[in-house]
């Protein structure tokens, strides 16, 4: 697998972002899983904006070429997982991440902070 670049994860990060996704949190999984290299794991308010933010995740990355291999959960607005191979989105509506607890589950990842999040925490 390889490993991401800050700039590249900027993109799926600012994906998420333009709807408004809270919560956003970047998970380096590489040394703990042979899946994928990087877990984003967002929040919507509603079943309706956990969607709209799968579906721009979607169109804003297909801009750059980057289509998922798979999209499961979308259409419910519960639990929506884009998984473009390396790179693992979760999009939750926050009830349902706070029981799944993926943070939690995933405790010994190292968090990522990348310059999108760095300008998104001082605005």
Request: proline fraction near 2%; charged fraction near 25%; include cysteine.
């Amino acid at each position: 697998m390889k490993q991401n670049s800050n700039h590249e994860l900027d993109l799926y990060i600012n994906a998420a972002l333009g709807k408004k996704a809270i919560n956003l949190v970047v998970l380096d999984v590489h040394e703990l899983t042979s899946f994928a290299d990087t877990f984003i794991i967002c929040s919507g308010r509603s079943n309706r904006q956990v969607n709209a933010i799968a579906e721009h995740i979607q169109v804003d990355l297909k801009k750059h070429k980057i289509k998922p291999l798979s999209v499961e959960g979308l259409g419910q607005g519960h639990w929506v997982l884009l998984d473009y191979g390396h790179v693992i989105i979760h999009v939750f509506y926050e009830p349902v991440r706070e029981f799944y607890d993926l943070e939690g589950l995933w405790v010994d990842a190292k968090r990522i902070e990348t310059s999108a999040l760095k300008n998104k925490k001082s605005i």
